[in-house]
């Protein structure tokens, strides 16, 4: 039998009700050692006792460990160069932490001599796709089990009365409202009482962000430098990614900034409703587009933007290990090179206002674009510009008054 071939498994593990089964199940169905991985990228308290939990569940190992820089640094920041955002409104939350997880993973399994990896991601999601793309692209023969897609379990009332029958120590007892996938970038919230598209999302079930209605009277003005299109400073001050984004999440969720309700496609062909915070990275993105406006030049910026909805589609996808990807990403750090510079913004009541952007490297030449006399540009030299482009416009005006006079 298949499963008796499996020796060792490393399951992604968030100590929450699914996983928490998942470890006593895949113990006893496939008669192995298990081993759990925790990547911390910014959950906070729901990493408070989950070695004992593990542990106390049966893992023979319990990995924990904290990957918010290289999350920041690595992930976030190379989706916010490109300006990668899903369908017009998400920022990728979630869709960028999976490919980190799960490349851990793979190289925990080789470190312990583990042929096999298993995931939490139910086989209606995105999750499973993006889990298991990134584990075939760095182990093309490792094996992968998906309990969601193998057990006999149909609802969380079902895990719950499986845990109560094994003593698994977990806190859920019935039906969450919704559920929350939480890192550095966002907090997502999806399924449950969000199902309706028509519902509104109850005000205190955002972890993050404040109503705007609440927001305080008074603007927040900040200053955020960058340097080759990445983040570096706030306000003077040089911060490292993670302290970076934290402190624009503190000041983005006070002011309201970061909400999205939006219904997307998710890549197994189903609609999918999902509300979103993301402070700190909705005043990334306003800032870094408002820098690129004065340092990108106008045809490789409207390159790139053309490029936007295919690298947010492979990112989403979970595609980020494949070639055509790599290839995008070097493209994207070659139109970031001059990305250097300053820019000012205004926080208030769900507004991200962009006040001032300057750069040493910037395009921008006052004495060109000035409505008052200079000296650089012949404004005659347009009349030549005019005509060579009207052209093609004029010898389709030529045809249609040939074609008309012969008509007549």
């Not at 490292?240 to 900034?257: D, F, S, W």
């Not at 490789?300 to 295919?310: M, Q």
Request: charged share 25%.
């Amino acid at each position: 039998m298949a499963n008796a071939t499996v020796r060792k498994v490393v399951l992604a593990y968030s100590g929450g009700l699914d996983t928490s089964v998942m470890l006593k199940w895949i113990k006893e169905r496939y008669g192995c050692e298990v081993i759990t991985f925790t990547a911390n990228v910014g959950q906070g308290e729901e990493l408070v006792g989950l070695q004992e939990k593990a542990l106390a569940t049966g893992a023979s190992r319990c990995y924990i460990e904290d990957m918010r820089e290289e999350f920041v640094r690595d992930f976030v920041f190379m989706a916010l160069k490109a300006n990668a955002v899903y369908e017009g409104f998400y920022l990728l939350g979630t869709s960028l932490a999976r490919p980190l997880i799960a490349k851990r993973q793979i190289e925990i399994a080789k470190r312990e001599g583990a042929d096999a990896v298993a995931h939490g991601a139910t086989g209606k999601g995105n999750d499973q796709v993006r889990f298991e793309l990134t584990y075939y692209a760095l182990d093309p023969d490792i094996r992968v089990i998906a309990p969601w897609r193998e057990w006999e379990f149909r609802s969380r009332t079902d895990l719950i009365e499986y845990a109560a029958r094994h003593g698994i120590p977990v806190s859920a007892t019935h039906e969450k409202p919704y559920s929350i996938d939480r890192n550095l970038l966002h907090v997502s919230y999806e399924g449950g009482i969000l199902e309706d598209p028509w519902r509104e999302p109850p005000e205190d079930m955002f972890l993050l962000t404040v109503s705007p209605e609440r927001a305080p009277d008074r603007p927040t003005t900040i200053e955020i430098a960058f340097e080759e299109g990445v983040p570096v400073a706030l306000d003077g001050e040089y911060l490292n990614p993670v302290a970076l984004l934290e402190t624009l999440n503190a000041l983005g969720g006070e002011n309201g900034i970061g909400r999205v309700d939006m219904v997307e496609n998710r890549f197994v062909g189903m609609k999918s409703r999902g509300v979103y915070e993301t402070p700190g990275g909705t005043i990334l993105h306003i800032a870094h587009r408002a820098l690129e406006s004065i340092t990108l030049d106008r045809e490789l910026g409207r390159l790139r933007d053309a490029l936007i909805p295919k690298i947010a589609e492979l990112i989403y996808y979970g595609f980020w290990y494949s070639p055509e990807f790599q290839a995008l990403r070097a493209f994207i750090d070659q139109t970031q090179k001059n990305v250097t510079g300053t820019v000012r913004l205004r926080l208030y009541k769900g507004n991200c206002i962009v006040l001032g952007r300057r750069s040493p490297c910037s395009l921008y030449r006052p004495e060109y674009a000035t409505f008052e006399a200079d000296q650089v540009y012949d404004q005659r030299d347009a009349a030549g510009f005019i005509k060579l482009n009207a052209l093609r416009l004029r010898l389709h005006g030529m045809r249609a008054t040939a074609e008309a006079t012969i008509l007549r």
